[in-house]
Nanobody, 124 residues
Framework: QVQLVESGGGLVQTGGSLRLSCAAS????????VGWFRQAPGKDREFVAT????????DYADSVKGRFTISRDNAKNTVYLQMNSLKPEDTAVYYC?????????????????WGQGTQVTVSS
């Protein structure tokens, strides 16, 4: 079992930056690829970014490529999502999730452990 807690959300103006953190406890965190997902009101949960167990491989949604960066520090049991050049359409609840699969999936159903989410609001 892995417990995940997100933090770092908040209100920011268009063009601003935020860094989200996903702190893990429980089993060895470095065994799990981790993904970030987001869900806006009335919309399905969508993939944002994912990172491999070592941090050597990453993948991003087209909508955030070049603006968001996912990274991890296994010594601190933490995954980060640096978000730059934020847009109003980035407004959502952001979730981190861990998977027991070794492949970097973009599908939420492939992730077994989820945090409670953190709200990101980008004002225009």
């Amino acid at each position: 079992q892995v417990q995940l807690v997100e933090s770092g959300g908040g209100l920011v103006q268009t063009g601003g930056s935020l860094r989200l953190s996903c702190a893990a406890s429980g089993r060895t965190f470095s065994n799990y690829p981790v993904g970030w997902f987001r869900q806006a009101p009335g919309k399905d949960r969508e993939f944002v970014a994912t990172i491999s167990r070592s941090g050597g491989s990453t993948d991003y949604a087209d909508s955030v490529k070049g603006r968001f960066t996912i990274s991890r520090d296994n010594a601190k049991n933490t995954v980060y999502l640096q978000m730059n050049s934020l847009k109003p359409e980035d407004t959502a609840v952001y979730y981190c999730a861990a998977t027991t699969f070794t492949v970097l999936f973009k599908t939420p159903t492939r992730y077994q452990y989820w945090g409670q989410g953190t709200q990101v609001t980008v004002s225009s």
